[in-house]
């Protein structure tokens, strides 16, 4: 895996106390639009990382070929194999799902994996404890308004879902998940925005006075489908203007176990 170092100086942190600033992007369900979004995010020297299932009933995924491209620029992290909603299937079905995902994708690959998300987003302590066995660092999942290094790796938020909801449904959102401090970010960081490209403004300027992590999540087929690709380009471009520092979603997980002491030899992420 060619990555991942970050291009900037990490810009705090540095014994005074002060946190350091990231940016992280994360891009679900590995279809060829996703090549789209990798000639975007190179122009403006952004990181990413691009959780691919083996399959989905739902929508075609990439060729292995294509895979392998995005992994030799940006980091490839795992979806499951079928991109099944671990919630709704069997300990056994689900157990299988993660980890042959995980050889799947490392078959492919040729190194290892470290990054997981839960398809649909869902997730339990089951789920969890399924992604830590495996031998994930982390998985991310689709909990919103969270700009901060979360107390467990793997139930990690993001700050903003590239798609456009009414405030209520956003709250509504947050607390079916039992996101009540997203809610309460939503109302206060986020000044309860609407317009996506907009919310995540809220999460830069955020990120940028406080410290943390912006973390932008989209699916470019969703964005290929609204018509939006001038809505993210516009969007990278003011990313680019802010002094985080832009990471992958695996540097962020290995991260929070090298704080913790809690991995010694970690792969490269
Ligand atoms: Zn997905």
Same mark, same amino acid.
């Given at each position: 895996m060619n990555i991942?170092?970050?291009?900037?100086?990490?810009?705090?942190?540095?014994?005074?106390?002060?946190?350091?600033?990231?940016?992280?992007?994360?891009?679900?369900?590995?279809?060829?639009?996703?090549?789209?979004?990798?000639?975007?995010?190179?122009?403006?020297?952004?990181?990413?990382?691009?959780?691919?299932?083996?399959?989905?009933?739902?929508?075609?995924?990439?060729? =292995?070929?294509?895979?392998?491209? +995005?992994?030799? &620029?940006?980091? %490839?992290?795992?979806?499951?194999?079928?991109?099944?909603?671990?919630?709704?299937i069997s300990e056994e079905e689900a157990r299988r799902e993660v980890c042959d995902g995980k050889k799947a994708s490392e078959d492919m690959l040729g190194h290892e994996v470290?990054?997981?998300?839960?398809?649909?987003?869902?997730?339990?302590?089951?789920?969890?404890?399924?992604?830590?066995?495996?031998?994930?660092?982390?998985a991310r999942t689709c909990r919103y308004f969270q700009n901060d290094f979360p107390a467990n790796p793997f139930s990690w938020d993001i700050s903003t879902y590239a798609n456009t909801y009414p405030a209520y449904v956003q709250l509504r959102h947050c607390l079916l998940e039992y996101n009540f401090a997203g809610a309460y970010n939503y109302i206060t960081t986020f000044k309860a925005?609407? =317009?996506?490209?907009?919310?995540? +403004?809220?999460? &830069?300027?955020? %990120?940028?006075?406080?410290?943390?992590?912006?973390?932008?999540?989209?699916?470019?087929?969703e964005i290929d489908q609204n018509g939006e690709w001038a809505e993210l380009e516009a969007l990278f471009k003011i990313i680019a203007q802010y002094s985080l520092t832009p990471v992958t979603n695996g540097y962020l997980f290995r991260r929070w176990h090298e704080k913790r002491g809690s991995v010694n030899s970690l792969p490269q992420v």
């Open positions: 991942e170092h970050p291009r900037q100086q990490e810009s705090t942190d540095d014994g005074h106390g002060a946190r350091k600033k990231y940016v992280t992007i994360s891009v679900d369900d590995g279809h060829s639009t996703d090549l789209r979004t990798v000639d975007l995010l190179q122009q403006y020297g952004l990181k990413a990382t691009f959780y691919i299932p083996g399959a989905n009933a739902e929508r075609p995924v990439m060729k =292995p070929s294509e895979v392998r491209e +995005i992994d030799r &620029l940006f980091e %490839v992290g795992s979806h499951t194999l079928h991109h099944l909603r671990l919630t709704w470290v990054s997981f998300c839960y398809p649909g987003g869902k997730f339990n302590r089951r789920a969890a404890a399924q992604v830590a066995e495996a031998g994930f660092l982390g925005r609407v =317009p996506w490209a907009s919310q995540f +403004i809220c999460a &830069l300027e955020a %990120v940028s006075r406080d410290g943390g992590i912006a973390h932008l999540y989209f699916h470019s087929w």
